[in-house]
């Protein structure tokens, strides 16, 4: 996980050295971070979300990697890749955005323990949604950002205890079958960043 977070670090400085900006020009690849702060809501009930994108961009068009912080359920590190695409002429933008990638599980204490030996797998990451934007100023800009957000995580075990029936008579604990609880979250997200 930190080999992952120190590339996203060493990849996003290489490219803001390579990509510094003196003057902008619509017709230029521009580099761009965006940092978001949102609250994801669902039917388990609110959580926050942190994100930093960093990328590219080319007239009405961004691509870039992202990394955030997910604590909807079970607290996971996503790891995306986002595409961005603005309409209009001002400064002040509408935008719509797509995000893919995958979940991975960061352990908590509190987690709820559901097997004898619990193990996770990670899973899928998707998001969609639209916002606006408006200039602060120079390159700086704020938005803000309605989306649908999936998350996918799986959690496997076995049950812990000695268990008496036709099907399994006094099995030990290492001969119990494994069980799969599947989790797929869908939530919305409200998001409010910073972009420069």
């Not at 209009?88 to 991975?104: C, E, L, T």
């Not at 989306?147 to 029936?165: P, R």
Request: net charge positive.
């Amino acid at each position: 996980m930190y080999k992952i977070i120190n590339f996203l670090f060493f990849f996003t400085v290489g490219i803001i050295s390579c990509f510094s900006q003196s003057k902008k020009n619509l017709n230029k690849w521009e580099f761009h971070s965006i940092n978001n702060v949102g609250l994801l809501e669902g039917q388990i009930g609110s959580a926050l979300q942190l994100q930093t994108i960093h990328g590219v961009k080319y007239k009405s068009w961004f691509g870039g990697l992202g990394v955030g912080l997910d604590y909807y359920r079970f607290r996971t590190i996503p790891l995306f890749v986002d595409i961005r695409k603005e309409f209009g002429k001002k400064q002040d933008k509408f935008f719509v955005y797509g995000d893919a990638g995958m979940n991975f599980y960061w352990k908590r204490d509190k987690d709820p323990k559901q097997f004898y030996n619990d193990k996770f797998k990670n899973g899928s990451y998707a998001e969609l949604g639209a916002g606006y934007k408006l200039k602060i100023s120079g390159n700086a800009q704020f938005s803000m950002s309605l989306g649908y957000s999936y998350k996918k995580l799986a959690q496997e075990g076995q049950y812990g205890f000695y268990t008496y029936s036709p099907v399994y008579p006094l099995l030990e604990p290492a001969q119990l079958p494994y069980n799969r609880i599947d989790y797929n979250l869908n939530r919305l997200v409200i998001k409010m960043g910073i972009e420069f």
